[in-house]
């Protein structure tokens, strides 16, 4: 009986309707779960199974609303859902099923959920980046990135005077954007408001000082819905134009809440992807890709999503598929990676670069991303330099210089001191 039940959620012939979503995902059955075993198991479990039959239940309905397993193959297996299976608009109630109890089954080894195609009719009720990748002309002024930013280092530990002292010295040495770290929020050494407050008056003069918009990525990460939104007000009452917060941590439903405050107040939002590995790096759990698209379609103009060449781990395919997928209108499967996306009235974010960067190795960055439409995060590779916070501004802006002109780093060296000393100091070396 048991099989029978399940089986029924597997259809090689079933075609998806324009209207369904359909999940991929890798799978690893039990010992002594057979391949279609488990399959069944997924799709049940996330669409409406259980582990028996259910002899009183409405059986047209709940056939009608099953998911159907059409395609698998090699620990690969494709899931079609009815859209009338989810709540229009979120994104914590689509999760509960296609990220929800299915993870913890025992017939299940490993599952990873690597994407889920998203048709029109579930798309038309987000409205996705206010910004995206416009925050460069809209926010910055300029036709064409890189924006740049500094998390000062150590992540913690500085008093708001120290943080906004430090973040001058960056400001006028060319960075656009001082960020806080993940886990820098309102701690007894450095309040949230005296933060706002002091570097509010170091944008101000910064910006007066040298003609350029800058901003900041102040952490709005917060314990409840309330003090978050009073955070983002605060931010805005002091006219930053952005406020960062880490998505993952706060939750989806927090993160839709933080959208339409930012839509309110006419401001960008920078994710930061804390956690996120806990989930996405192994073979069991969801992939970064999927929590990357995902981020696109709530509404955050731009996500932290790897360097390919810095300290945190990344597949460089998937990275690259991460990026295109952040900025393009329309993608193409790649196998094992993504399914093909529309995303309609979805605008483009803006992809970040961030860990163990510094100027020896941008050009290697820029070499996988281009230089336009991107975020890169500087942090040790500024703040470390050996003539100071400033000077390690001027390198990184130096080496942005330099490859934009075809010059080579060790070139561009020779009559830029503080790109010279940098280089002296960290050379072509990339960060593990």
């Known amino acids: 009986m048991l099989n029978e039940w399940y089986l029924d959620f597997l259809d090689r012939g079933y075609k998806p309707g324009e209207s369904d979503i359909v999940a991929l995902f890798s799978f690893k059955p039990a010992r002594g779960i057979s391949d279609k075993e488990a399959i ?3 799709a049940s479990e996330s669409s409406v199974g259980t582990w028996t039959t259910l002899p009183g239940m409405p059986k047209r309905r709940i056939y009608k609303l099953m998911a159907r397993a059409f395609w698998w193959r090699k620990g690969f297996v494709k899931i079609a859902y009815p859209i009338e299976l989810w709540e229009e608009g979120s994104i914590p109630q689509l999760l509960s099923g296609i990220g929800g109890n299915i993870f913890g089954m025992k017939a299940i080894n490993k599952l990873k959920l690597l994407d889920a195609q998203l048709p029109k009719r579930y798309l038309r009720k987000f409205k996705g980046p206010l910004y995206g ?11 064409k990135g890189p924006i740049t930013s500094t998390v000062i280092k150590p992540k913690v530990g500085y008093t708001a005077k120290e943080h906004a002292e430090i973040a001058y010295q960056l400001y006028t040495g060319g960075i656009d954007c001082v960020k806080d770290d993940e886990n820098l929020t309102n701690q007894s050494f450095n309040r949230f408001e005296e933060r706002v ?3 509010a008056k170091a ?3 910064a910006e007066r000082e040298t003609g350029d918009v800058k901003d900041a990525f102040i952490n709005v990460t917060s314990p409840s819905l309330e003090e978050m939104e009073r955070r983002i007000t605060l931010l805005h009452e002091y ?8 998505v993952v941590l ?7 809440t933080a959208v339409e405050l930012a839509r309110e107040y006419k401001m960008a939002i920078h994710g930061h992807r804390a956690m996120h590995a806990m989930f996405t790096r192994h073979d069991h759990g969801m992939s970064m890709y999927f929590l990357a ?5 709530i509404g955050i103009d731009q996500l932290h999503i790897g360097t390919i060449v810095g300290k945190m781990e990344g597949n460089k395919k998937e990275i690259k598929a991460m990026a295109e997928m952040m900025k393009a209108k329309e993608i193409k499967a790649i196998s094992g990676i993504r399914l093909p ?3 309609y009235n979805i605008n483009g974010a803006l992809p970040v670069a961030s860990g163990g960067l510094h100027p020896g190795i941008l050009p290697a960055l820029f070499n996988a991303y281009g230089t336009t439409d991107i975020a890169i995060q500087v942090g040790g590779g500024v703040l470390g330099h050996p003539k100071g916070a400033k000077e390690g501004a001027k390198a990184v802006i130096e080496a942005i210089e330099a490859y934009k002109k075809g010059i080579s780093l060790r070139e561009y060296a020779r009559n830029h001191s503080a790109l010279n000393e940098a280089l002296k100091k960290w050379g072509y070396v990339r960060p593990r």
């Not at 990748?133 to 036709?143: A, E, G, H, L």
């Not at 006219?239 to 880490?246: G, L, P, Q, T, V």
């Not at 698209?293 to 379609?297: E, F, N, T, V």
């Open 40 to 42: 069944g198991r997924l």
């Open 133 to 143: 990748k416009d925050v460069i002309r809209k926010i910055f002024r300029r036709k």
């Open 197 to 199: 407050a002091l570097m």
């Open 203 to 205: 944008r101000d003069r």
């Open 239 to 246: 006219s930053f134009r952005y406020f960062m917060i880490d």
């Open 250 to 256: 706060s939750g989806f439903t927090a993160l839709g």
């Open 293 to 297: 698209k995902l981020m696109r379609i």
């Open 341 to 343: 996306q529309k995303f």
